[in-house]
């Protein structure tokens, strides 16, 4: 079956640190990939998406790579800051009979100033 | 764009009681997602809609669960005879037809049941 695997949190990072989350996928086919960011007490926004292999997403400085030959969609940023602290979530969609976004447990990141 | 949106944002009610939230998704999207989020998890899918069409619900989903989308709009989730696990955040969500079409979320209705 399709699933997604994320590297296990709290990842905490000093301000302009590098950052990488490990996400692994399994899935038939070629699946859209995703990863979004929750803020505390808010809900799921779209950070960015790609939808074929060596696609290359990009948004507010995080970028992810689809890699279909290693199945991984892991997401980086050169220098994070103070506001970049949620939980971002890797995903992964098929549009088949189930039209549902399989989701990643989530990952907690914590910068520190 | 105004975004989905959900109301309510916050609600508390006691065990055996039932709620309903409401979700107005973006005004072009066909598609509308209903799923559960618990303390540390990512979201469980709970059922989808396309237009007015309810098209999948998931096991998760039981008798006490009811969604509907009347006009292919906006949406509702009833809960009947509320349980002290139906306790989490609500994510409404809505997108355009095609599997490369990401969904937009709305800020969730939190669930709490004394």
């Known amino acids: 079956g399709n699933s997604v695997t994320q590297m296990e949190g709290p990842v905490t990072l000093s301000e302009e640190a590098f950052l990488t989350i490990n996400c692994t996928y399994t899935a038939t086919g070629y699946p859209s990939l995703f990863w979004y960011v929750q803020y505390p007490g808010e809900g799921l926004q779209l950070l960015l998406k790609a939808t074929k292999a060596d696609d290359k997403g990009s948004n507010k400085g995080f970028e992810a790579t689809y890699r279909k030959e290693t199945t991984s969609f892991h997401l980086e940023k050169g220098s994070v800051q103070v506001s970049d602290s949620a939980v971002y979530f890797c995903a992964l969609f098929r549009g088949d009979s189930n039209y549902q976004l399989i989701w990643g447990a989530g990952t907690k990141l914590i910068i520190k100033p | 764009d105004t975004g989905v949106s959900q109301n309510p944002r916050h609600k508390i009610t006691k065990r055996g009681q039932n709620v309903t939230f409401r979700c107005d998704p973006i005004s072009e999207h066909n598609r509308l997602y209903w799923y559960r989020q618990t303390l540390g998890q990512g979201p469980e899918f709970l059922t989808y809609?396309?237009?007015?069409?309810?098209?999948?619900k998931s096991r998760l989903l039981s008798d006490r669960f009811s969604a509907e989308r009347p006009k292919g709009s906006f949406s509702t989730l009833e809960i009947q005879r509320t349980e002290q696990g139906d306790s989490a955040m609500y994510l409404c969500a809505s997108s355009f037809v095609g599997s490369n079409q990401p969904q937009h979320f709305g800020d969730g209705t939190r669930l709490s049941i004394l």
């Open positions: 809609f396309q237009n007015e069409a309810q098209l999948e």
